[in-house]
């Protein structure tokens, strides 16, 4: 029997090391993980979309994506034909956004984030001493994010907000924890809840994942 493929799409500037603990059964599905690239200049998302699929070798394919890459694989499902989307702590149309995001996109307050912070995870982690919760949470940034480009960040920001899907794919298969702060449940419909499940549930809920996800990818 021939093995389901499986590409996973890591959250905003977050590399495939936050499927380190994902393991799907290998005599069922074949794994593969996709990476950030950099975006060229005012480079819509479609666009994006097009040029990473461009690393989809494989016919019918699953596609999985953690928060923005979420909905970067929801614009890639567009332009190819794929067996299922998944998506995990993420959202399914700008409708499903925070009020906070919803503001940010209104008064272009992005454009002021601090992208140049991302940049030095490493810095902040060093003198972020006497805080053990920020601490922790520093050196998972420190770990986890591989894009450090202010291009890309800047960019990833602003493509997010501005979104334009108003209206869901009923086809997308939603999981999102139930304690989400970045994109909290009250705003969503139609998703499987994750108890306790916080936005980074992908590294800390990762057993519910391997025991659950292997039934959801092949399940009509």
Known sequence: MDRIPVYFMPGMAA????FENIKLPEDQFEVIFLEWCLPFD?????DYAARMVQHITHQNPVLIGVSFGGVLVQE?????????????SSVK?????PRRMRFAKKTHIYRLFPTRMMQRVD???KIAVGNNVITRKLQLYEKFLSVRDKKYLDWAFKTILLWDRAVPDAKVVHIHGD?????????????IPVNGGTHIM???KFKWINENLPRIIVED
């Open 15 to 18: 590399s495939p090391k936050i």
């Open 42 to 46: 005012d480079e819509s998302i479609k």
């Open 76 to 88: 890639m499902a567009e332009i190819i034909k794929v067996r299922k989307v998944i998506i995990i």
């Open 93 to 97: 149309c700008n409708a499903e956004f």
């Open 123 to 125: 810095w902040l982690a």
């Open 179 to 191: 304690n989400d702060e970045v994109f909290p449940p009250k705003y969503l419909k139609g998703y």
């Open 202 to 204: 992908i590294i800390n």
